[in-house]
């Protein structure tokens, strides 16, 4: 079992940087590829950004990337999201997982939704 605990999410301004993070716990948890997910409005889940369980070979989405920057702290038990440059569209219930990769149904653990919202 993997415990996931979101945190940071907020309201920002479009060109600003925000970083969202995710506390986890759990025997098998340093051992679990983690990634994030977002929830545009009325719009499917869908993939972020990735990692491998020691925290290297990060993988992003083609909308992300080279703007925001996922990271893995085994000693700390966190995950964070460092996103630049956001933009309106951004805007979303961003979620944290464990246990999968690239497809949302091969996660076995999710953390809650957090509220990130950016402004034009």
């Known amino acids: 079992q993997v415990q996931l605990t979101a945190s940071g999410g907020g309201s920002v301004q479009a060109g600003d940087s925000l970083t969202i993070s995710c506390a986890y716990s759990g025997r098998t948890s340093s051992r679990e590829n983690m990634g994030w997910f977002r929830q545009p409005p009325g719009k499917d889940r869908e993939f972020v950004a990735a990692?491998?369980?020691?925290?290297?070979?990060?993988y992003y989405s083609d909308s992300v990337k080279g703007r925001f920057t996922i990271s893995k702290d085994n000693t700390k038990g966190t995950l964070h999201l460092l996103m630049n440059s956001l933009k309106p569209e951004d805007t979303a219930v961003y979620y944290c997982a464990a246990g999968g990769w690239i497809n949302r149904n091969s996660y076995q653990y999710w953390g809650q939704g957090i509220q990130v919202t950016v402004s034009s």
């Open positions: 990692i491998q369980f020691s925290g290297s070979r990060p």
